[in-house]
């Protein structure tokens, strides 16, 4: 009769990190978590593009074999040298959220860009993602830029950045054009975009080169 009684007792959420060997059914598995919080998904090629390189920047959350909750990222040198972390995706199954997984998927990332020497860490999130904007602003994430339609959906988002060192925050932190990074639109590719509630949005962070 009390209120105990009838509640569900919490689950019992494992924390992993990406396992290539495991590829053939967690790629899948991941894919179709974070698409289903998309309006269109990313395509496998930027799943492969994150996994292959830094899968080791890559935490799940698991309820049995569930898996529940995922962050992707990557990291690598940056504009002038920086290491730059880079948050890509994140996503918590709708029915495990507000118990503080995403936090720690978050945390568990960061600490392994800290072991790669990362100088930052950033990533874009849509301007109405209170979610997210609350959860990385309580991570200490500052807000250093808005970029206007950022989305293919035409939201605009806030680029995020969590920097690491107390060398070099001053410098990038509050505004990158400050630092001539203008041109933060110059490589869009066509295979992915954002649609909505995913970090990443346009490729443009991913970096690479593959063809379009
Ligand atoms: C954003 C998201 C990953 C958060 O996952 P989560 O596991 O619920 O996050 P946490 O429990 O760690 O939440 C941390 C804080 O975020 C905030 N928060 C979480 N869910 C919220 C909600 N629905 N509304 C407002 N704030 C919320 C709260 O401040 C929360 O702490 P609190 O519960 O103590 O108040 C999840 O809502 C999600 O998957 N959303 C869809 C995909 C997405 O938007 N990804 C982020 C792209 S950048």
């Given at each position: 009769?009390?209120?105990?009684?009838?509640?569900?007792?919490?689950?019992?959420?494992?924390y992993s990190r990406y396992?290539?060997?495991?590829?053939?059914?967690q790629l899948?598995t991941i894919r179709s978590l974070i698409s289903s919080d998309?309006?269109?998904?990313?395509?496998?090629?930027?799943y492969?593009?994150f996994l292959?390189?830094?899968?080791?920047?890559c935490y799940m959350a698991s309820?049995?074999?569930?898996i529940i909750g995922v962050v992707v990222s990557?990291?690598?040198?940056?504009?002038?040298?920086?290491?730059?972390?880079?948050i890509a995706m994140l996503a918590v199954k709708?029915?495990?959220?507000?118990?503080?997984i995403a936090?720690?998927l978050v945390?568990m990332a960061?600490?392994?860009?800290?072991?790669?020497?990362?100088?930052?860490?950033?990533?874009?999130?849509?301007?109405?993602?209170?979610?997210?904007?609350?959860?990385?602003?309580?991570?200490?994430?500052?807000?250093?830029?808005?970029?206007?339609?950022?989305?293919?959906?035409?939201?605009?988002?806030?680029?995020?950045?969590?920097?690491?060192?107390?060398?070099?925050?001053?410098?990038?932190?509050?505004?990158?054009?400050?630092?001539?990074?203008?041109?933060?639109?110059?490589?869009?590719?066509?295979?992915?975009?954002?649609?909505?509630?995913?970090?990443?949005?346009?490729?443009?962070?991913?970096?690479?080169?593959?063809?379009?």
């Amino acid at each position: 009769m009390s209120a105990q009684s009838t509640d569900v007792p919490p689950a019992k959420i494992v924390y992993s990190r990406y396992d290539s060997a495991q590829e053939p059914t967690q790629l899948e598995t991941i894919r179709s978590l974070i698409s289903s919080d998309l309006s269109e998904p990313y395509s496998i090629y930027v799943y492969r593009y994150f996994l292959y390189q830094w899968g080791n920047l890559c935490y799940m959350a698991s309820d049995g074999d569930q898996i529940i909750g995922v962050v992707v990222s990557k990291l690598e040198e940056h504009r002038g040298g920086v290491m730059r972390g880079y948050i890509a995706m994140l996503a918590v199954k709708e029915q495990y959220r507000s118990q503080g997984i995403a936090t720690k998927l978050v945390r568990m990332a960061i600490d392994a860009m800290i072991v790669g020497d990362a100088d930052e860490v950033a990533l874009e999130t849509e301007i109405t993602n209170t979610a997210a904007i609350k959860l990385y602003e309580r991570l200490g994430f500052l807000r250093s830029k808005r970029l206007h339609r950022y989305y293919l959906n035409g939201s605009s988002a806030f680029r995020l950045l969590l920097p690491l060192k107390s060398q070099g925050i001053h410098d990038c932190n509050h505004d990158e054009d400050e630092c001539g990074h203008e041109h933060e639109h110059e490589h869009d590719h066509e295979h992915d975009h954002g649609h909505g509630r995913e970090c990443g949005g346009h490729d443009h962070e991913h970096g690479h080169s593959h063809s379009h």
